[in-house]
C-alpha cells in the first residue's frame, strides 16, 4: 500500500486536556522501525508541502513502494514561508531556518514539530540575555538524517579504499561552528539517533519528553518534560561551559533566573 498517513496533534505536548490517550511521546520511534515507512515531524505549512509534492513523486511518478506518516499540529502561528532551494534539504530532514549572529561563542539549536518553535524562542534568549549567537535548524525527520548516516556508515565501511562519504548532518552542521542541542515532543531516542553522525568532536545535548504523558497546559507541559526554550537556553550554556566557552556559574544564573527546580523528580518516573 502507498498513500499518506496524517497524524493529527502530534507530540507528547500539543494536546493539552486530553490526557493519556493522544500523549504521543513515540511514534516516530516506531515509525523507524518500519523499513518502507517515510516519516517526517514538519513544524511549517511549506514544509508540508513540499513534503506531499516529495511523496507524490515518489509513490505516483517512481512508482516506489513507500508509504509516508506525517504528523501535524493544532496550534495556530505564524509561517515563515518557503525559503527557495531549501526543498531538497527539508525532504533530507534538516535546514537552516535562522542564521545567528557572526561572532562566538555560538550554538546549533536543531528542533521539530511544535518544539521547533521553542527553539526559535531559545535563540532570542541566548541573543538578548546571554550575548550568545545561535542557529535554528529545522529539523523535519530525525529519522529520514538517521537512515542517511547509517547509509553512509555502510558505504564507508564497504568500500575502505576510497573517499569516505560524509552523512547530511555533518555536510550541513560542518560549515557552523559549536555545541549542538536539539530539542523535540517526542521522546529523547529519537534525537539521539543522530548522534554518531555529527561532527567528530561536537558537543550534542538531547532534550525529550521521556515519561508518561499527562494533561496540562501546554507551557506546563513543556516545563514539566524539560523541554521548553528555558531548558534548551540552559543545555546550551552546560555545552558551552563544557568547552570552556562561557563560565559555569553561567549554568547555574540561568537555572536560577528562569525559577527552574533542579531537583524535582525526574519526568520519566514523575
Same mark, same amino acid.
Given at each position: 500500500?502507498?498513500? +499518506?498517513?496524517?497524524?493529527?496533534?502530534?507530540?507528547?505536548?500539543?494536546?493539552?486536556?486530553?490526557?493519556?490517550?493522544?500523549?504521543?511521546?513515540?511514534?516516530?520511534?516506531?515509525?523507524?522501525?518500519?523499513?518502507?515507512?517515510?516519516?517526517?515531524?514538519?513544524?511549517?505549512?511549506?514544509?508540508?508541502?513540499?513534503?506531499?509534492?516529495?511523496?507524490?513523486?515518489?509513490?505516483?511518478?517512481?512508482?516506489?513502494?513507500?508509504?509516508?506518516?506525517?504528523?501535524?499540529?493544532?496550534?495556530?502561528?505564524?509561517?515563515?514561508?518557503?525559503?527557495?532551494?531549501?526543498?531538497?534539504?527539508?525532504?533530507?530532514?534538516?535546514?537552516?531556518?535562522?542564521?545567528? =549572529?557572526?561572532?562566538?561563542?555560538?550554538?546549533?539549536?536543531?528542533?521539530?514539530?511544535?518544539?521547533?518553535?521553542?527553539?526559535?524562542?531559545?535563540?532570542?534568549?541566548?541573543?538578548?540575555?546571554?550575548?550568545?549567537?545561535?542557529?535554528?535548524?529545522?529539523?523535519?525527520?530525525?529519522?529520514?538524517?538517521?537512515?542517511?548516516?547509517?547509509?553512509?556508515?555502510?558505504?564507508?565501511?564497504?568500500?575502505?579504499?576510497?573517499?569516505?562519504?560524509?552523512? +547530511?548532518?555533518?555536510?550541513?552542521?560542518?560549515?557552523?561552528?559549536?555545541?549542538?542541542?536539539?530539542?523535540?515532543?517526542?521522546?529523547?531516542?529519537?534525537?539521539?539517533?543522530?548522534? =554518531?553522525?555529527?561532527?567528530?568532536?561536537?558537543?550534542?545535548?538531547?532534550?525529550?519528553?521521556?515519561? +508518561?504523558?499527562?494533561?496540562?497546559?501546554?507551557?506546563?507541559?513543556?516545563?514539566? +518534560?524539560?523541554?521548553?526554550?528555558?531548558?534548551?537556553?540552559?543545555?546550551?550554556?552546560?555545552?558551552?561551559?563544557?568547552?570552556?566557552?562561557?563560565?559555569?556559574?553561567?549554568?547555574?544564573?540561568?537555572?536560577?533566573?528562569?525559577?527552574?527546580?533542579?531537583?524535582?523528580?525526574?519526568?520519566?518516573?514523575?
Amino acid at each position: 500500500a502507498r498513500g +499518506f498517513l496524517l497524524g493529527g496533534t502530534a507530540g507528547r505536548t500539543t494536546l493539552n486536556g486530553e490526557g493519556l490517550q493522544h500523549e504521543d511521546g513515540h511514534s516516530h520511534i516506531l515509525a523507524g522501525t518500519i523499513p518502507n515507512c517515510v516519516s517526517y515531524d514538519p513544524t511549517f505549512a511549506h514544509e508540508v508541502g513540499v513534503i506531499l509534492h516529495h511523496g507524490l513523486v515518489r509513490m505516483v511518478e517512481q512508482q516506489d513502494n513507500v508509504y509516508f506518516y506525517l504528523t501535524l499540529l493544532n496550534e495556530n502561528y505564524a509561517q515563515p514561508g518557503l525559503r527557495h532551494g531549501s526543498e531538497e534539504e527539508i525532504v533530507k530532514g534538516m535546514y537552516l531556518l535562522q542564521e545567528g =549572529a557572526k561572532k562566538t561563542p555560538r550554538v546549533n539549536l536543531l528542533g521539530s514539530g511544535t518544539i521547533l518553535r521553542e527553539s526559535i524562542a531559545a535563540r532570542e534568549l541566548l541573543e538578548g540575555e546571554w550575548g550568545i549567537a545561535a542557529n535554528v535548524w529545522s529539523c523535519p525527520s530525525f529519522n529520514q538524517l538517521a537512515r542517511d548516516g547509517q547509509d553512509v556508515e555502510r558505504w564507508n565501511l564497504l568500500h575502505p579504499t576510497e573517499r569516505p562519504r560524509v552523512s +547530511f548532518v555533518a555536510q550541513q552542521l560542518d560549515k557552523f561552528g559549536g555545541p549542538v542541542i536539539a530539542s523535540t515532543d517526542y521522546m529523547k531516542n529519537y534525537a539521539e539517533q543522530i548522534r =554518531a553522525f555529527l561532527p567528530k568532536g561536537r558537543s550534542y545535548k538531547v532534550l525529550g519528553t521521556d515519561g +508518561f504523558g499527562r494533561s496540562d497546559f501546554r507551557s506546563k507541559l513543556r516545563q514539566h +518534560f524539560e523541554i521548553d526554550r528555558h531548558y534548551i537556553v540552559v543545555a546550551a550554556l552546560k555545552a558551552l561551559s563544557e568547552e570552556g566557552s562561557v563560565p559555569v556559574a553561567k549554568v547555574a544564573e540561568a537555572i536560577a533566573r528562569y525559577e527552574i527546580d533542579a531537583d524535582k523528580i525526574n519526568p520519566l518516573y514523575a
